[in-house]
């Protein structure tokens, strides 16, 4: 954590907001995974405006082509663009006894979990994450707001090795 | 009703012979089910109309034959399959007519047991036992529903017994009805006159609204025509009379009559609901546990594992904090049954009957001359986002010829400004061991968060709050609402940075 007074971080670049903040970034093939699944996301909702367009437009007479024509560029957009300005914004540090996890731009939100308050950890690996040897690590606590506080974009070695730090400390405070 | 007796569970059961003593439900269950057909045949309201609408008047009454005999049986089956067995250091749950389930809760991981009875329970001498486990979820916990009174005390006690003889010497006393070593000291407790006084603060208006809706609502299934809230029904009385003519005249007669109605329904509902609710209301310290009784037709006993508390919250009301009078509820990792979440451990006392209370769980409250510091007022932006938002839509409603609509723009107005006056409510103050939260100008609550409660904290900053160089601190506290996380809106970064540091430091509560 720095005690530099706040100044004006570029927003656009991740590397400066996250060395203002003393963060570390998360792993760039995370932008990838994200890429993957807003596509899976977005392109039913594209085919199913297109279809809307072809079907219901067209025989009230309306303007055809329009509909089909903003839904795939805005996906386009949204899932050329979006998804590595989002991995830019997460970032995590761990050591001094506690992981960090900091996520968003609009709106952050910057989580500290003490490793003492940890109640167990998951590593988990979706299909996407598997294919770019990526995992994502879930640390879960008693506190009711933030049970869980999930970090993606790891590389599967370092999701391991955070699992077992965090389990030394909670294996070392308990006596 | 003889083997529940034999519900001390302090029989070595499984020395001799091989099948250990299962018990089963009090058989005055049945009694209890046959009571709960009541709210249930509800369910069964529209096939009846069915049938009548359709002009099969005869197979009415078979129906409902058919119904009641189809319910019994199934609670006669469900009595028949359930039982269970409480052993030496655990308790073994055996249920389900047709998937069983068989369930296992050692004593160690129960961390509160409740006992409730309702009216129809209270008069056959039967309780609710419920085991709260501290897993996730209501559905998750066990309880057994229901039976004897004395046995389920007695099972209260030996599970008790059990939990504080852990560090004890190893010594089985089986005798569980022995008395812990320290002798239980009343906290807090409500008599009558007290309950009337809390009644009467307890003025309500969302019973009258309630009262209000079921009017307008039974308006034509009433036997007499009368709405309260009407003031041209009050005519029509006088004119029973003779009165109208004067009443005529006297037009503000009929307004005030319904206004003292009203006010007589806020404050009748008030006191009632208090007095319902809180009836020989206990607060006794335990070894372990502040345990409370209460409760005029449904009675509960509720044990607050000391150790569990993770924060005290005091309520009071913009009124009633005129005259010194608070409420104290305490967030522990259980929850106090269906509708609260927190437990609420004084419901009307004023400051010096609740700080014994407060030092038994050790938490301290700020007193008068603490110094507070103050959110930020953009804490408001929310409520006059919500402002213009119902203005807007009213007016759209009014350009449509709606005149209702009229209601938006001074609901807004309403919002707007209470939001604006209520934002400088919004304060905090660190007192080294825990943080204290305080909000609201109607309703002030002041959370009293010990530091060593908190699992996880969030910096919380958006386009909005950045630009003021300010963030919003987010508690991570076991228990409570998963809606209601406890924060600090709106506070300098600098400031937000440093309690967090000093809150991350606390050493977990033991």
């Known amino acids: ?175 | 009703m003889s083997d529940v007796a034999a519900a001390r569970p302090a029989t070595p059961a499984t020395d001799f012979g091989d099948e250990p003593d299962w018990q089963r439900l009090h058989p005055a269950t049945l009694a209890l089910a046959i009571v709960k057909l009541g709210p249930r045949s509800l369910n069964f309201l529209p096939a009846v109309a069915a049938l009548g609408f359709t002009g099969n008047w005869v197979y009415i009454v078979p129906a409902i034959g058919a119904f009641l005999l189809f319910s019994l049986l199934a609670a006669w089956f469900q009595w028949l399959r359930f039982r269970f067995l409480v052993g030496d250091d655990e308790v073994v749950i055996e249920s389900g007519v047709f998937a069983r389930q068989h369930r296992t809760i050692p004593f160690d991981r129960i961390q509160d047991v409740s006992i409730e009875q309702g009216l129809v329970s209270r008069a056959l001498g039967i309780a609710k036992v419920g085991f709260e486990t501290g897993a996730g979820g209501k559905e998750n916990d066990a309880s057994l529903d229901a039976i004897a009174l004395d046995s389920a005390q007695a099972l209260r006690t030996t599970i008790r017994a059990h939990r504080s003889g852990e560090a004890a010497a190893p010594v089985v006393a089986d005798a569980p009805e022995a008395p812990p070593a320290t002798e239980d000291r009343l906290l807090f407790a409500m008599g009558p006159r007290q309950l009337l006084i809390a009644g009467l603060f307890n003025f309500s208006l969302a019973a009258l609204a309630v009262v209000g809706a079921g009017m307008q609502f039974f308006d034509g299934l009433l036997p007499f025509d009368f709405n309260v809230f009407d003031p041209r029904d009050w005519i029509d009385i006088a004119e029973d009379y003779g009165l109208d003519q004067w009443l005529l005249a006297h037009r503000w007669i009929a307004g005030v009559g319904a206004a003292l109605s009203l006010i007589f329904i806020g404050f009748a509902s008030g006191i009632a609901t208090m007095f319902f609710a809180n009836w020989g209301f206990r607060l006794t310290r335990e070894p372990r546990a502040l345990r409370r009784t209460r409760g005029l037709t449904t009675r509960t006993d509720v044990a607050v594992p000391v150790k569990r508390v993770q924060a005290a919250i005091l309520v009071t009301g913009w009124f009633r904090q005129r005259f010194g009078w608070h409420e104290l509820r305490l967030q522990s990792l259980a929850s106090d049954g269906g509708k609260e979440n927190d437990h609420q451990v004084v419901p009307f006392a004023k400051l010096d009957a609740i700080d014994p209370v407060l030092d038994e769980v050790a938490i301290r409250r700020p007193d008068a001359g603490q110094s507070w510091q103050r959110s930020h007022g953009i804490v408001a932006l929310g409520g006059l986002i919500g402002a213009v938002g119902a203005t807007i839509g009213g007016l759209v409603a009014v350009s449509f010829g709606q005149n209702l609509g009229w209601f938006g723009p001074a609901l807004g107005l309403l919002i707007g400004a209470g939001s604006l006056f209520g934002a400088r409510f919004h304060r905090w103050a660190d007192l080294g061991e825990q943080v204290a939260i305080r909000r609201g100008a109607w309703k002030p609550k002041t959370t009293l968060l010990p530091h060593a409660s908190v699992q996880s904290v969030d910096l919380k900053s958006d386009f909005i709050l950045r630009p003021l160089g300010l963030a919003t601190l987010v508690f991570g506290v076991p228990g409570g609402s998963s809606l209601g996380a406890h924060e600090i809106p709106a506070i300098p970064l600098a400031a937000a940075l440093d309690l967090r540091t000093r809150i991350l430091a606390a050493r977990a509560r033991s």
């Open chain 1, 1 to 175: 954590m720095t005690d530099t007074p706040a100044h004006p971080t570029d927003p656009f670049d991740a590397e400066a907001l996250n060395a203002a903040e003393g963060l570390d970034p998360v792993n760039p093939a995370y932008a990838q995974v994200l890429r993957i699944a807003t596509a899976l996301n977005l392109i039913p909702l594209a085919i199913g405006a297109s279809v809307f367009d072809a079907l219901l437009i067209r025989h009230i007479g309306g303007p055809y082509g329009l509909i089909t024509a903003a839904a795939w560029v805005i996906a386009a957009i949204v899932i050329v663009s979006f998804p590595s300005r989002r991995v830019s914004r997460w970032g995590y540090k761990i050591g001094e006894g506690q992981l960090r996890v900091a996520r968003g731009w609009l709106f952050r939100t910057d989580t500290i979990v003490p490793f003492v308050r940890v109640q167990h950890i998951d590593v988990g690996q979706g299909p996407i994450e598997r294919w770019f040897g990526l995992s994502h690590l879930i640390v879960h606590t008693s506190g009711t707001h933030n049970s869980t506080v999930t970090l993606p974009g790891l590389h599967a070695d370092l999701a391991a090795a955070m699992r077992e730090t965090i389990r030394r400390h909670i294996q070392t405070d308990f006596a």
